[in-house]
């Protein structure tokens, strides 16, 4: 009676804690988000502190501006140069002369080939301003120099940015300094940002030029301990990682200090980061403010340049703006010697098996035409490399499973005499040379590798509106079908926790007949418990990509396979 009551106490305070969890935390979270998005799209926009490094209160601070307006016509408020690659749209701010307007040519917002492009940066004045903008600042702040504001207007030497076509802008402050700013666009993310000025005073000028990238708002994250999503730097080779969430709550400014390395906001797949002179030691920072809405700020400022009387000085930055494509990454590792910028990748903990595994699925990716079918080749690789592992745990699960029997009449045997019946069982363990933990240490192995594929299905962009086959349209969604509307015959759309599609369904599956094939827990109790990790996972599973809810049932299978013919090779009867 007592195992019962245990058993339904369980299956009552499982299911509490799911829909619990759900009502009482995820929807309230939901509605809050809802309404705090209303409260800041009705805003004014205050000014903001001082957003250049080092520089006297209110410079490079935009001036109040109405509130969220339609992103069309705050661009046709300024002028603009034109952005135009194969990999990006978007323009220059000839206010400012800053890179405001970004929007990723080969990356859509849904995987219908109409929607729009994914927006990367945003001017000032749209719904979640974001953007990036170089300068010069005056080493000594009481020189009086006039430079260059988040106000001043440039001069365009031509309407359009190219691969084949830099443009300059100029600036005259008046007082004898020239300021140049060329931008330069490789033909996919990268910027190279020449600063020059002429020094036409009479007197050596000495100024720092700096970078600094800005982020209005606290973007949507996936909230998870597997994806860090935010401001991250490397500094002197050691990757520095920052949530939004602490910078909020701590609300301090964090000063670095590093000779070559980066310093960026990275989004799960998209990444926007300043690299300075790699050759230099640059001051970084990384800083939240609060204003109309919360303010992020990642920037640097490079050692002083001092311009002699009637001479020029010029200085080079660089800006990614775009996709975290691993092999283009890499790429500006090698050509440009940038110090582990594919660390904008989130590799996590094992990355020794995480970057790999992902070349890995690459290859096969392109090789084969499908990301899916990529997966399930390359679980089958794995499968086979751990053969052996995985033979000797489900030898140890046929033998404890052969055993079953004998088991069972121990127990009847000695009834409640619960140390008569383990001393009992560790006397047939011994007889028969079985170990009932033999089977753990090759869990205990494969748990890595697991926990590395799924990080690469989980963070790179490979899979991102990858398609498979059937229902199954974008690999890193989840299955759009659900149960609760009989997959789609009865016109309704339930609410997200309801959403438990067919993958899902077919992993539950396959997880409760791999643990069928398994020996049963002694304690009646504990097995009941166990038979409902099925459901649970089937439950949990619905939410996460279904590329990985179609590599975890493939696993299933091959387990089941492997385990099904081992167990007829030791003469017991697969169940």
Do not use: C
């Given at each position: 009676m007592t195992d019962q009551k245990n058993l339904v106490l369980t299956i009552v305070i499982s299911i509490a804690i799911l829909f619990g969890f759900h009502y009482f935390y995820e929807r309230p979270r939901q509605l809050?988000?809802?309404?705090?998005?209303?409260?800041?799209?009705?805003?004014?926009?205050?000014?903001?502190p001082s957003t250049v490094p080092g520089a006297t209160p209110g410079i490079g601070a935009d001036a109040a501006?109405?509130?969220?307006?339609?992103?069309?016509?705050?661009?046709?408020?300024?002028?603009?140069?034109?952005?135009s690659t194969?990999?990006?749209?978007?323009?220059?701010?000839?206010?400012?002369?800053?890179?405001?307007?970004?929007?990723?040519?080969?990356?859509?917002?849904?995987?219908?080939?109409?929607?729009?492009?994914?927006?990367?940066?945003?001017?000032?004045?749209?719904?979640?301003?974001?953007?990036?903008?170089?300068?010069?600042?005056?080493?000594?702040?009481?020189?009086g120099v006039a430079l260059p504001k988040a106000d001043t207007v440039w001069t365009a030497s031509a309407n359009t940015l190219t691969p084949d076509s830099p443009v300059t802008l100029s600036w005259d402050n008046g007082a004898g300094l020239v300021f140049e700013r060329t931008f330069a666009i490789d033909a996919n993310y990268m910027f190279t940002v020449t600063q020059r000025v002429r020094n036409e005073t009479g007197a050596p000028v000495a100024l720092n030029p700096y970078?600094?990238?800005?982020?209005?708002?606290?973007?949507?994250?996936?909230?998870?301990?597997?994806?860090?999503?935010?401001?991250?730097?490397?500094?002197?080779?050691?990757?520095?990682?920052?949530?939004?969430?602490?910078?909020?709550?701590?609300?301090?400014?964090?000063?670095?200090?590093?000779?070559?390395?980066?310093?960026?906001?990275?989004?799960?797949?998209?990444?926007?980061?300043?690299?300075?002179?790699?050759?230099?030691?640059?001051?970084?920072?990384?800083?939240?403010?609060?204003?109309?809405?919360?303010?992020?700020?990642?920037?640097?400022?490079?050692?002083?340049?001092?311009?002699?009387?009637g001479a020029a000085a010029e200085t080079t930055h660089r800006l990614f703006a775009g996709a975290k494509i691993v092999g283009l990454l890499n790429e500006y590792n090698d050509k440009l010697g940038i110090d582990s910028l594919d660390y904008a990748v989130?590799?996590?903990?094992?990355?020794?098996?995480?970057?790999?595994?992902?070349?890995?699925?690459?290859?096969?990716?392109?090789?084969?035409?499908?990301?899916?079918?990529?997966?399930?080749?390359?679980?089958?690789?794995?499968?086979?490399?751990?053969?052996?592992?995985?033979?000797?745990?489900?030898?140890?699960f046929a033998k404890m499973k052969k055993l079953q029997p004998k088991m069972e009449e121990l127990k009847k045997k000695h009834g409640d005499n619960r140390e008569a019946l383990s001393m009992e069982?560790?006397?047939?363990?011994?007889?028969?040379?079985?170990n009932p933990l033999a089977g753990c240490l090759p869990i205990l192995l494969q748990i890595p590798v697991f926990f590395a594929l799924y990080k690469v299905l989980y963070v790179t962009i490979e899979m991102r509106h990858?398609?498979?086959?059937?229902?199954?349209?974008?690999?890193?969604?989840?299955?759009?079908?659900?149960?609760?509307?009989?997959?789609?015959?009865?016109?309704?759309?339930?609410?997200?926790?309801?959403?438990?599609?067919?993958?899902?369904?077919?992993?539950?599956?396959?997880?409760?007949?791999?643990?069928?094939?398994?020996?049963?827990n002694p304690d009646p109790v504990q097995q009941k418990v166990f038979m409902l990790l099925p459901f649970i996972f089937t439950y949990m599973m619905a939410a996460f990509p279904a590329g990985l809810v179609i590599y975890w049932t493939w696993s299933n299978l091959l387990s089941i396979a492997q385990q099904w013919f081992i167990m007829r090779r030791m003469g017991v009867k697969p169940t």
């Open positions: 809050a988000a809802q309404a705090e998005a209303q409260r800041q799209q009705a805003l004014v926009a205050e000014q903001a501006v109405p509130a969220v307006r339609d992103r069309a016509a705050v661009l046709a408020e300024t002028g603009r140069v034109a952005i194969p990999s990006l749209h978007g323009s220059i701010n000839l206010r400012g002369g800053r890179v405001d307007d970004l929007t990723l040519a080969k990356y859509k917002t849904t995987p219908d080939k109409n929607s729009p492009e994914v927006v990367l940066l945003a001017p000032v004045g749209t719904e979640h301003p974001y953007y990036a903008e170089f300068g010069w600042v005056a080493a000594n702040a009481g020189d970078g600094f990238v800005q982020r209005r708002g606290t973007p949507k994250v996936e909230g998870t301990y597997v994806l860090h999503e935010g401001p991250l730097a490397i500094v002197d080779g050691t990757l520095k990682e920052y949530k939004y969430g602490d910078l909020k709550e701590d609300g301090k400014t964090i000063n670095l200090s590093s000779t070559g390395g980066w310093i960026g906001i990275t989004d799960k797949y998209w990444l926007v980061g300043l690299i300075p002179d790699q050759a230099q030691t640059t001051d970084m920072r990384v800083l939240h403010q609060k204003a109309a809405t919360d303010i992020y700020q990642i920037d640097y400022k490079a050692p002083a340049v001092t311009v002699a009387a989130d590799w996590g903990w094992f990355y020794f098996l995480t970057k790999p595994f992902f070349h890995g699925l690459d290859w096969l990716g392109v090789t084969i035409g499908n990301f899916g079918i990529a997966i399930l080749v390359f679980t089958v690789f794995l499968r086979l490399a751990f053969f052996p592992i995985a033979n000797k745990q489900y030898e140890a069982m560790m006397k047939l363990y011994k007889e028969e040379k079985a990858a398609p498979f086959y059937g229902w199954i349209h974008d690999l890193s969604a989840p299955d759009p079908t659900t149960l609760f509307n009989l997959f789609g015959l009865i016109p309704w759309d339930p609410p997200s926790f309801l959403h438990i599609g067919i993958w899902p369904l077919l992993m539950g599956v396959t997880m409760w007949l791999q643990q069928k094939m398994n020996p049963s």
